[in-house]
């Protein structure tokens, strides 16, 4: 087979890749290693940046997204029995919206069915091969036989556990990383969300997370021992202890059923560098990893498929290579700041086991801080609706 760009991983950020290229004539095959029912069954996060809603609207799926959003103005932060809002509509005149990863991946999925797009389920022994070279290719099996397709570039969309960043030796890549002492046990429910914006709550028996996918499902989080087994906690221990960690104006309004979906994330901070190697670009969370705190998971993927697309473009359409040749400088200058952006919003809002009274002290002056400043409101609103690209 031969391609112009080889996309590895079929998840939203290749698939909006995909599209975006295929609008402006840039043919892509999809790689990925699992069924399209299994990425489409996968529970993920649903706050949307600006940016990545502006691109959804250049690939053409914007339809379904801009009727079934909701959109979020501002965000609530409590601490103790403490509440207050930082609206992103009156501070920068932003907003973010809430669509479910699930619903992105879905739009987009139908989307490359619409255009005829080539992905292929189910693909394994993925490797990359000659990637530092003008003539990389991608060779894998599927149904037992083995394929190879010659292409220009391969884009790496294969997350965390994906091939892509380890084809980069090990004397070209530095990796950063830092893994919290903790996680998030996340509870998916059908039942109303308890307010009309997130709720993130600091409490002295850790931190909770209200937020939702629609207006009969709801997605709560609380923070867990890494150890914690997902099976001890009841929906009655998760909803008793969820109340416990909200205020009592929010508490006393929330409603409670059966849990639909329940599992323990781990929280991690992880940067690989460089983000090219030769004619392979890493993108997501192939590159990169953010503690859910700040809802940049799915949006620094989508910046890099931004700076990517745009430089491919530029290389097809101008024969120019400057696009590509700073991608990885000019991801990462955006990616570090939303990492940054992400620990100290867990810093601030986590309880750590090695906090000592000076420690608890300084972390409730900085949320006090958040509360009576507005400088520092517009700060963390900037960066909540997503930096400019």
Known sequence: MRTQVVIVGGGPSGLLLGQLLHRKGIETIILERKTRDYVLGRIRAGIL???????????????????????????????????????????????????????VTRDLYDARDACGGRTLFEVEDVEIRDAETDSPHVTFTIDGSAKRIDCDFVAGCDGFHGVSRKTIPDTVRKDYEKVFPFGWLGVLSETPPVHDELVYANSARGFALCSMRNEHLSRYYVQCDLDDDVFEWSDDRFWDELKRRLPESVADKLVTGPSIEKSIAPLRSFV??????????????????VPPTGAKGLNTAASDVHYLFKGLVQYYQDNDTNGIDRYSERALARIWKAERFSWATTNMLHRFPDQSEFDLKMQRAEIESLHYNETAQKWFAQNYVGLPY
């Open 49 to 103: 940046e600006t940016g990545l809603v502006d691109m959804m609207r250049e690939a053409g799926v914007s339809d379904r997204m801009d009727k079934e959003c909701f959109i979020h103005h501002g965000t609530c932060i409590s601490y103790e029995n403490e509440m207050f809002d930082i609206n992103f509509q009156e501070l920068i005149g932003q907003n973010v919206i809430v669509y479910g990863q699930t619903e």
């Open 272 to 289: 690989c560098e460089p983000m090219r190697w030769g004619r392979l670009f890493l993108c997501g969370d192939a590159a990169h990893i």
